[in-house]
């Protein structure tokens, strides 16, 4: 069982930056396979970052590519997305997701890939 909690959202101008956080429970973090998805009201969750076991390989699609970067700290059993050049559609509730990996390569995109989740940090970027 893993538990995450999500902290770091916030309301911010257009063009800012924020740094997401996600604490895990557990001593088998290094185990997981981690990402990041959000929902705005109305939308379906998109995915937005994931990253491996290791920390040695990241995915992003093309709508935050180059300006979000996902990292992990498997010490601190935490995992971080640094959102810059932020912009008002970025503007959702941003989730925290682990996915149990054998393989310490994988990466995933998909949500139903994942086997746990936080409950969500709201991103609000204005105008």
């Known amino acids: 069982q893993v538990q995450l909690v999500e902290s770091g959202g916030g309301l911010v101008q257009a063009g800012g930056s924020l740094r997401l956080s996600c604490a895990a429970s557990g001593r088998t973090f290094n185990n997981y396979a981690m990402g990041w998805f959000r929902q705005a009201p109305g939308k379906e969750r998109e995915f937005v970052a994931a990253?491996?076991?290791?920390?040695?390989?990241?995915y992003y699609p093309d709508s935050v590519k180059g300006r979000f970067t996902i990292s992990r700290d498997n010490a601190k059993n935490t995992v971080y997305l640094q959102m810059n050049s932020l912009k008002p559609e970025d503007t959702a509730v941003y989730y925290c997701?682990?996915?149990?990996?054998?393989?310490?390569?994988?990466?995933?995109?998909?949500?139903?890939?994942?086997?746990?989740w936080g409950r969500g940090t709201q991103v609000t970027v204005s105008s």
């Open positions: 997701a682990a996915a149990r990996a054998v393989m310490i390569q994988s990466i995933m995109t998909i949500s139903t890939q994942y086997n746990y």
């Open positions: 990253i491996n076991r290791s920390g040695g390989s990241t």
